[in-house]
């Protein structure tokens, strides 16, 4: 036996599900966005610093510092793209097919970003 159609208010409720989700990734895409530019920031400040010798040692290493920032925010837009897929689904096994997400998309280009700039952090030590 096939499920009954689902009526339009529920259909319309599930929409807005899905677009909070996508909401939801794309705050946590904004977060990682700024964790990856303020930690290679980070890095190519102290980097410059170093060059002059303005700052001849000092305490923290500056690619340890640009990388870690890089890392959290490439974690936690892996984590919040593992949760969005997950929600997704149960979306979809509920209601049956939605839209595809473009927020995951972004979420993937920011990623790549972000291991671009831990590669260059890393390689420059």
């Known amino acids: 036996m096939s499920d009954p159609p689902v ?33 290679f920031t980070i890095y190519q400040i102290f980097r410059v610093l170093s060059e002059s010798e ?5 305490y923290v290493s500056p690619q340890l510092v640009g990388a870690v920032m890089v890392v959290i925010g490439i ?24 839209r595809y ?5 972004v979420a993937a280009l920011i990623a790549g970003l972000g291991v671009l700039a831990l590669l260059a952090i890393t390689l420059r030590m």
């Open 7 to 39: 009526d339009a208010n529920t259909r319309l409720a599930a929409e807005r599900n899905r677009l909070a989700l996508e909401r939801t990734l794309m705050a946590w895409t904004r977060t990682a966005t700024s964790l990856i530019a303020f930690g």
């Open 54 to 58: 303005r700052l001849r040692e000092p």
């Open 75 to 98: 974690c936690a837009l892996a984590l919040a793209w593992v949760q969005h897929r997950q929600e997704l689904a149960a979306l979809r096994a509920e209601f049956g097919p939605m």
């Open 101 to 105: 997400s473009i927020a995951s998309v």
